[in-house]
């Protein structure tokens, strides 16, 4: 079976609301763990099931020392995690609020010093694999190398432009079979407001007419809505309600599961693949932190399997 490639540390207290501006307001609570989108999407894939790799760099530290480590606990495979002195491990400081509502800033360090070099070493496992991730925590045009490299070898692709740039390259979109954003995101990138699923299609409507073939619109505990070139109607796909502890991560589960789906169980409809990704996305709300809340197969309905 091919394998699917799915491209840090996470400081994180817990405060009853968000600070304004300059305020300093005392939290309850402070954690270090593990986190970065891919490394997220990553991890959640793996936990599903699925053979996964991370292709990326951290820093000649303790954190890139405790990255690698982590992920081989968590069965990702390491052959293409490089380490370099020239920076230090990325990392996120996140704060959360007592609803679960989160604010984060993010420090790229050695995500950056990602170049054509390494992904030409990753090349041969990209194009042996069934899915392959990208989002924009490293240089965009090593992301977009990455795409076309997949591409050309016949390897699904999603994109998650996370941290969004309105600048985007336009071949995002034509390289992305799955074009995959929250709200903010797509309101960034299309210029379109979103405030709920009906705004979610328009902008989404705008990103498939640049070209991508399945567009996804996420909007946290209300779901996501898809828009592809097979169907252009907007279809909202609600989420289950749950109680969240901690949102921090979900959407990361949730690509990570539709990854998932993808590469192990393609006779789905997309519909299917992102109901079942929602309710995976949903448990992981449920606990607090990123990777720590993330479920395994074990865990979960198996159903849903």
């Known amino acids: 079976m091919r394998d699917p490639i799915i491209n840090v540390k996470n400081h994180c207290p817990m405060t009853p609301r968000l600070p304004k501006a300059g305020e300093t307001i005392h939290g309850s609570k402070f954690f270090i763990g593990f986190g970065g989108k891919g ?23 303790s954190f890139g020392n405790d990255y690698k480590e982590n992920f081989r606990k968590n069965n990702v495979s390491t052959d293409f995690v490089a380490q370099t002195e020239a ?13 679960g509502q989160n604010a984060i800033v993010i420090v790229s360090g050695a995500n950056l010093l990602l170049d054509s070099d390494d ?20 240089l965009p045009d090593i992301s977009l190398e990455a795409l076309k490299v997949a591409r050309a070898r016949g390897v699904k692709t ?5 941290p969004a740039i309105a600048s985007l390259d336009p071949q995002f979109f034509s390289y992305s079979d799955i074009f995959c954003c929250n709200e903010t995101e797509a309101e960034i990138l299309s210029g379109v407001p ?27 505990g209300e779901g996501c809505v898809i828009v592809s070139q097979e169907e252009p109607t907007p279809r909202h796909i ?10 921090t991560g979900a959407g990361d589960s949730f690509v990570g599961a539709l990854a998932f789906y993808i590469a192990h169980h393609p006779h789905l409809n997309m519909e299917e693949m992102v109901k079942r990704s929602n309710y995976i996305a949903s448990v992981s709300v449920q606990a607090a932190g990123t990777q720590a809340s993330y479920p395994s197969r074990k865990d979960l309905p198996q159903d849903l399997f």
Not at 158 to 162: C, G, R, T, V
């Open 238 to 247: 609600p989420s289950r309600k749950v109680t969240a502890v901690d949102t």
């Open 87 to 99: 920076a230090a491990t990325g990392a996120a400081s996140i704060i959360v609020n007592s609803e």
């Open 39 to 61: 490394a997220n999407q990553c991890i959640q894939a793996a936990r599903l099931g699925a053979k996964t790799a991370m292709v990326c760099k951290v820093g000649q530290d």
């Open 194 to 220: 979103v405030g709920g699923s009906a705004d979610a299609g328009k902008a989404g409507l705008v990103l498939l007419g640049r070209g991508c073939r399945t567009v996804i619109v996420t909007l946290g």
């Open 119 to 138: 992904l030409a070493k990753a090349a041969a496992a990209i194009g042996a694999a069934k899915v392959m991730v990208c989002q924009l925590e490293i």
């Open 158 to 162: 999603i994109f998650n432009p996370a």
